[in-house]
């Protein structure tokens, strides 16, 4: 036991990733004579679209299944696994692979590679409430010996707290990813936690809505009002990120993202800006048409993009506070949205944008922007101007 215990304390020195970490104390328990041939390591981990991992080691080779959150198939399969008995009962499951097995398609397949016997153990994480376990298989007749199975008890035994902290340390960089944005997320991870501490940074701006959302909130069932929320921000977020923006906050029916300077420059971030509106418009006509054969009304959005330095960092109460942008450069953008939709126009663009931006655009004219200082330049993405005379 002493001897696992120095091992993994240096092992986990020198492996960051929890994967790396599990295939090296594998590769450990073998040169150590216990006669493993398959081990599994299965963690939960909270994220919208996976409810965990499986690490699997293979006679010294290592791949990683991740479980989505939800899926008939994947139900099916956990209802017969070994894995939804230990999690029911939290006690290790051990059946010999000695002749057919009917009711576990995964332990009839490890017999048919050859294994012998199979256990899997739970892992006694701090939270309760965490499920994780380790499995072993072996191919050695007769399967694991009385000696064996007190070894690899102790063996997950000692890989638990491992396990568990960095399970911890995934869970909190996804939910910082999750509901602050990756590099906000980052920052905060980071310690970036101090109320005022901000940074200014130079960055183009984008606040986006949808149209006529409160009527029809009003008009259509709750169901049916999230489901076009989620449309929308799932179409708007992926269009934002896919060009390298970051989503901040999600107000209503309203949303508020940035594309920060790159090299001190905006050129670049005012581009991946416009495609990133040109994406999501392709995305919202699509999501029109399936809505058009569901006899579903059509959404129509807003958008404004404006470039102007802001003060990203914290702001908020003594133990309740935001990561987000705030500043003139914010408000103006606020102003820019609320004429597009004064002016029936799907998005306007400041002149501040259009400076720093090497793209076409279409000056609009001059227009006031409410609590703002004097008459500003408007522009347009070409396509969006309508023709003379009209």
């Known amino acids: ?58 006679a010294s080779e290592t791949s990683i299944e991740v479980m989505p959150r939800s899926g008939n198939a994947a139900m099916e399969i956990y209802a017969s696994s070994p894995v939804r008995i ?40 701090l939270d309760p409430g965490r499920i994780a376990h380790m499995s072993f298989a072996t191919r050695q007749e007769g399967g694991f010996s009385g000696h064996d199975l007190a070894r690899l008890h102790e063996a997950a035994r000692l890989f638990s707290p491992y396990a568990e902290r960095h399970v911890l340390r995934r869970i909190a960089i996804n939910l910082l990813d999750t509901y602050l944005g990756h590099r906000s997320g980052e920052r905060v991870f980071s310690g970036a936690i ?15 809505d949808l149209r006529g959302f409160t009527r029809f909130s009003d008009e259509q ?16 977020v992926d269009a934002i990120a896919s060009q390298g923006g970051e989503v901040l906050k999600f107000m209503g029916d309203a949303l508020l993202a940035i594309f920060p300077e790159i090299d001190h420059d905006l050129a670049g971030p005012s581009e991946a800006a416009i495609a990133a509106v040109r994406k999501a418009s392709k995305g919202i006509a699509e999501l029109n048409r399936l809505r058009a054969a569901d006899d579903t009304p059509p959404s129509a959005f807003g958008l404004a993009l404006h470039a102007g330095e802001v003060a990203y960092g914290n702001v908020g109460g003594r133990n ?50 409410r609590d703002v200082a004097r008459s500003h330049d408007v522009y347009v993405l070409n396509e969006t101007v309508a023709p003379p005379g009209k």
Not at 221 to 236: D, Q
Not at 325 to 337: E, I
Request: net charge negative.
């Open 194 to 208: 101090e109320r005022g501490a901000v940074e200014n940074i130079r960055s183009i701006i984008c606040m986006a």
């Open 86 to 125: 230990v999690d029911e009962t939290r006690q290790t499951y051990r059946r010999r692979l000695t002749g057919p097995i009917s009711d576990m398609p995964l332990l009839e397949e490890l017999r048919q590679a050859g294994a012998t016997d199979y256990v899997i153990i739970p892992l006694a994480f």
């Open 1 to 58: 036991m002493t001897d696992h215990c120095h091992w993994l304390a240096e092992a986990a020195a020198k492996h960051e990733r929890l994967p790396d970490l599990h295939h090296a104390f594998c590769d450990h328990l073998l040169a150590e004579s216990l006669p493993i041939w398959r081990a599994s390591l299965g963690v939960e981990i909270l994220h919208p679209e996976t409810s965990g991992a499986q690490l699997r080691w293979i």
């Open 320 to 369: 309740r506070l935001d990561f987000t942008v705030t500043g003139p450069a914010v408000n103006h953008t606020s102003r820019l949205l609320e004429l597009s939709k004064k002016i029936d126009r799907p998005v306007l663009i400041s002149g501040s944008f259009a400076e720093c931006c090497r793209l076409p655009l279409a000056r609009l004219g001059k227009y006031r922007l």
């Open 221 to 236: 069932p709750i169901e049916i009002v999230l489901a076009t929320l989620n449309e929308f921000f799932g179409i708007m």
